[in-house]
């Protein structure tokens, strides 16, 4: 039996791959696929053990070794029915003869990242998960571990396993124990900005810039002045605004309140400071960080 699992979400495709380890009884031996190649391969499927011909092989994301790869098809095919082969890789190249092969040799599936569009459906899986680990979680506060760690399956469970440990779960000891995301840090950041608050503004820089990429706080920055854009421009509401971008909600109606105070353009302004300095960080020889913090500081005395 061959299984080809895909997609990025490493969390939820583990687990598939141990109940499928679990189903098949037997202790799972891993391939090299670094070092593998097509002949070793097939002679290690062919090969019996000492003690029982039933066997299951993993490979982990054979697309790295080009030459396994392009020769996996033709290994799969011959792979006996008594082994349970399976084959797990990240963001395989679907355009590859391989790819379409396995597609049709063995049981596929696709485990791709939760997106902000799946935020419902998380909060029903954490709700479920609490309850099967016996954490007492309630659906407010499973939004709050989203808005904290983001829509990433992996970070939440890690998430819930900690404050799992807990002596109560409120607000403030989920804000105590588990650390915000990046993206929230730099909403923060804006907010403050647009608040006008000079001296906030270059604390909160301070701070981030001690765990943060300069690069990637603006890259945050300019999807979050996106996001105000569309609220300042258009009539619709933030959950509509969401929908067509794939964005949160959540932030979107963070938002709200400040967009009904900018003009149109004001904010075109903005953004015309904003594509300044996207061009000089690609462009010129100054610490990211400062023109970040010029941007900032523009907004805030705006």
Do not use: C
Not at 34 to 57: C, I, M, N, P, Y
Not at 275 to 287: F, L, N, R
């Amino acid at each position: 039996m061959i299984y080809f699992l895909t997609g990025e979400n490493w969390y939820a495709r583990d687990k598939a791959v141990k109940a499928i380890i679990e189903r098949a009884g037997e202790t799972p031996e891993y391939i090299d696929t670094e070092k593998a190649t097509a002949d070793s391969l097939r002679e290690l499927l062919g090969a019996q053990t000492l003690f029982s011909q039933v066997r299951t092989v993993i490979l982990r994301q054979p697309s790295e070794n080009k030459s396994l790869w392009g020769s996996l098809d033709e290994v799969a095919a011959s792979v006996a029915d008594d082994i349970t082969l399976i084959i797990t890789e990240d963001k395989p190249d679907k355009r590859t003869k391989t790819f379409k092969a396995l597609q049709k040799q063995a049981t596929t599936k696709d485990f791709p990242n939760w997106t902000e569009r799946d935020a419902g459906f998380a909060v029903e899986w954490l709700l479920r998960e609490a309850k099967e680990q016996g954490v007492r979680l309630k659906a407010p506060d499973a939004q709050r571990l989203i808005r904290r760690v983001g829509i990433d399956q992996g970070r939440l469970a890690a998430a819930l396993e900690k404050i799992g440990l807990l002596p109560e779960i409120t607000a403030e000891t989920i804000e105590a124990s588990i650390d915000a995301r990046a993206v929230d840090n730099v909403f923060i950041l804006l907010e403050t900005a647009l608040r006008g608050e000079v001296n906030d503004v270059q604390i909160v820089l301070k701070s981030l810039r001690q765990t943060e990429d300069a690069y990637r706080v603006f890259g945050l920055l300019g999807s979050q002045l996106t996001q105000l854009a569309a609220l300042v421009y258009s009539k619709e509401s933030p959950n509509e605004i969401a929908r067509t971008l794939g964005a949160a909600p959540f932030v979107l109606s963070k938002l709200a309140p400040f967009a009904v105070r900018i003009s149109e353009s004001s904010m075109r302004e903005i953004l015309e400071w904003a594509a300044d300095v996207d061009i000089k960080m690609k462009s010129v020889a100054i610490d990211p960080w400062v023109l970040v913090g010029q941007l900032l500081l523009k907004i805030a005395n705006r």
